[in-house]
């Protein structure tokens, strides 16, 4: 499934397109179906629940999705989907939604608060598939999100109804006769380009699709053996494994049975390395790549170089699904597909030993993005995480079930850091992070390098109660245990904490204090940066610009060094403003619309809304101050995501108060009220295209350009920091723990 993208900016000036869903396009031919079709389709104008029920294989999935992209036009916030099989914990049921619909939260609200005030404004269709595993969760957020947003639909499709009240159940059938040859007949053409079966051809695949019931998923499979086989031949093993393949519960359903006998057909058609390769993937929670597969699914009986050919058959065969991402080549297996092949992973005894091996790799995944992170590869890791989130957490769950192995859950979810805060995830950051830490474990390098990171997802979710509890935990267990890391990442965070609590001289002094251990331990990365990006921020505040510019240009020539970009955007935030601060309007816009689109390109929300708030004061001090108006309530809809506005901090917030009193004496407050109406309704990839748009129609360089001072060079004549003094924020030496910011995995 795609994931929801921030809009570009359109040509001419006009306005981009709001977001308008998820609905993923069609990659093959949608068959049959018309009179279900519309036979539904109106049921939604009767009923806020709709659900699509039926046996395993029927086409549910495929169904809904299509029936979702006729009805879409009647939904003018789109229709969003939400694929809910790879989530197994319920307390992950309101993130999955919640990054469905494409939001992302920095505070320390409840997800299920989040979701039910987001759809309440919106008139929306929301598809939510593969939901069994949760029905009884699920149920209970569907009731409540329908109760508390008035204009919300909810299309579901599963095995089962959810039982809410309301509820229309549309019972798929298996597909007509008719339907079920075409479909069978279209698939097959795609490893067999001549099929056009004709006379007695064409009776033995009529009996064929008969006799797998029109189930879809049956169908396909049996269509891709056309690649080996006659349709003769496949009719005729098919007989003999209907025979074989009959050891169903006798109190489950017929088509239950059919459909394991058409998957425990296929089963026994491949080669022993295929089934034992089926096996294996079943381990996967949502998509995986090639290297994955051949590090956790290689060895005993399957080679890892012999793992490639192997997928390839089960490619052909359509055990396995392809798929691009924005990381390129990855493949999936068909949920039931995967849990027949979990069945027999788990009568070969060998199920514990696979899920270990997932485990190791996920762990040895996030330990290579979190150095990636500081890295010119900053964006891929991003993008990697995303696509494995998943995996990660089914890596998580594995090591939280044996006590011995809690503490790589520990480190696994600390060592996500970046992704938690650098991505926009800090809410579910937070679950993961308060789980691990519940259970008893040694004070070791990984527990102690969670408490560090939740107390850093506390301090920006502005929760000082919880961070200072974390915070303090890890520097007294990090002093007692000579764990001079977690200390120096304590003593920072704690810093941090101080700044948006509006103490500039005791964050200064705690901050010096963490740049001095960090250089003792010669650590050097994205965090060490932004202590003294943060560092910076409390010495403007305190009034000396001159020095707080000299602290972030030298960050920013590091980050330029490294090809670090999320840490370099916040020390733009910074110079931007101490620019503004000295008058100096056109370099503090060119700064803070580099700032601006960078951390929108990672989805940082704090980053993206604190540069928009800079940039409203910037516009009201060049004259627009209609502009800044739209963009001051652009702000006021981003902050509810982030956390207390400003960080509820008086240092923050005068920039705003300033531009709002400069905007409301230049407009008066009717004129100034309309403007921010008009910015609370912007989304923030439109708020964000028109604050860029706006430096470009003023005749400001483009936000990426790379001019002199504002990207790099020396500073600009009469800048402050042109004769700045460093002072303690020298660059830190070469990291000997390999630049990551936390323990070794040991």
């Not at 058959?313 to 798929?323: K, N, Y």
């Not at 696509?387 to 594995?398: G, I, Q, S, T, V």
């Not at 305190?542 to 090809?563: K, M, T």
């Not at 670090?564 to 110079?575: F, G, M, P, Q």
């Amino acid at each position: 499934m795609r994931h929801p993208q921030p809009p570009s900016p359109t040509p001419d000036g006009a306005e981009p397109a709001a977001l308008r869903g998820n609905l993923p396009a069609e990659l093959s031919t949608f068959v049959g179906r018309d009179a279900e079709l519309a036979e539904l389709a109106p049921l939604l104008g009767e009923s806020r629940l709709v659900t699509v029920a039926g046996v395993a294989g029927v086409g549910k999935s495929r169904f809904a999705l299509r029936l979702a992209a006729l009805v879409e036009k009647r939904y003018c916030d789109g229709v969003w989907v939400a694929e809910l099989s790879s989530v197994h914990d319920p307390g992950l049921l309101e993130h999955a939604l919640a990054g469905a619909l494409g939001l992302t939260d920095h505070t320390s609200r409840l997800p299920r608060t989040v979701l039910i005030e987001h759809c309440a404004r919106l008139r929306l269709l929301l598809v939510i598939d593969g939901f069994e595993h949760l029905a009884g969760p699920c149920a209970e957020l569907v009731r409540e999100l329908l109760r508390r947003a008035p204009h919300l639909q909810v299309l579901a499709a599963g095995r089962r109804p959810l039982r809410v009240d309301g509820e229309l159940t549309f019972p798929l059938a298996p597909m007509t006769d008719d339907d079920a040859l075409e479909l069978f007949t279209r698939r097959a053409r795609a490893v067999r380009p001549g099929f056009r079966p004709a006379g007695g051809e064409l009776e033995a695949t009529r009996d064929l699709c008969r006799r797998l019931d029109g189930i879809p998923l049956a169908l396909e499979l049996a269509a891709g053996r056309l690649r080996a086989l006659s349709v003769e031949q496949v009719l005729h093993r098919l007989d003999d494994r209907f025979r074989l393949l009959t050891g169903g519960s006798p109190s489950a359903l017929p088509r239950h049975r059919t459909l394991r006998t058409a998957i425990g057909w296929s089963h026994e058609l491949c080669a022993p390395g295929q089934r034992l390769l089926w096996a294996r993937l079943s381990v996967f929670a949502g998509p995986f790549d090639l290297e994955a597969v051949e590090y956790v699914c290689g060895g005993r009986g399957l080679p890892a170089d012999a793992v490639l050919d192997v997928l390839d058959e089960l490619l052909a065969q359509s055990v396995v699904l392809r798929e691009e991402s924005a990381t390129g080549c990855r493949y999936r297996l068909l949920d039931t597909v995967r849990e027949y092949g979990a069945e027999w992973l788990r009568a070969a005894g060998d199920a514990e030993r696979l899920r270990r091996r997932h485990r190791d790799w996920y762990l040895g995944l996030a330990t290579w993005c979190e150095l990636d992170w500081f890295s010119p590869r900053q964006a891929e890791a991003a993008a990697r995480i995303e696509d494995e989130l998943p995996n990660l957490r089914r890596a998580m769950e594995c090591s939280m079930e044996s006590p011995e192995e809690v503490h790589l859950a520990q480190y696994l979810a600390g060592t996500l850091w970046f992704y938690w805060v650098g991505c926009g995830r800090l809410s579910e950051g937070r679950h993961w992070l308060e789980h691990v830490l519940e259970e008893e474990s040694p004070y070791d390098h990984a527990r102690l390098k969670a408490l560090w990171v939740l107390g850093y997802v506390a301090v920006l979710q502005g929760d000082p109660a919880g961070a200072v509890s974390a915070l303090q935990e890890c520097r007294e267990e990090g002093e007692r245990s000579g764990d001079a890391t977690a200390v120096a990442y304590a003593v920072h965070r704690t810093g941090c904490l101080s700044i948006v609590t509006d103490d500039p001289v005791r964050a200064e002094e705690l901050l010096r204090e963490a740049v001095g251990r960090y250089r003792e331990i010669g650590e050097l990365n994205s965090n060490v940066l932004m202590a003294q990006v943060e560092l910076g921020m409390a010495v403007a505040f305190r009034g000396d610009l001159e020095s707080a510019a000299a602290i972030c240009d030298e960050v920013r020539e590091v980050c330029e060094d490294h090809g670090e970009r999320w840490t370099l955007a916040y020390a733009l935030y910074v110079l931007g403003y101490t620019s503004l601060r000295s008058g100096l309007h056109g370099r503090a816009r060119r700064l803070l619309e580099r700032s601006l689109s960078i951390a929108h390109t990672f989805d940082d929300l704090l980053g993206t809304v604190l540069s928009l708030e800079l940039l409203a004061l910037v516009t009201t001090a060049e004259g627009d101050a209609a502009e800044a108006a739209v963009m001051q309530g652009a702000a006021d809809r981003i902050w509810p995501s982030v956390g207390l506005p400003l960080f509820g901090s008086a240092h923050y917030g005068r920039p705003r108060a300033e531009c709002e009193e400069r905007a409301r004496a230049q407009l008066g407050d009717a004129r100034y009220e309309t403007g921010r109406r008009s910015g609370r309704r912007l989304d923030t990839g439109t708020a964000v295209a028109r604050a860029l748009r706006a430096g470009a129609r003023d005749g400001v360089a483009p936000a990426d350009g790379r001019t002199g001072a504002e990207d790099g060079g020396a500073p600009s004549e009469g800048a402050p920091g042109a004769a700045g003094k460093a002072g303690e924020t020298r660059r830190p030496a070469a990291s000997r723990t390999t630049g990551r910011g936390g323990p070794e995995l040991g």
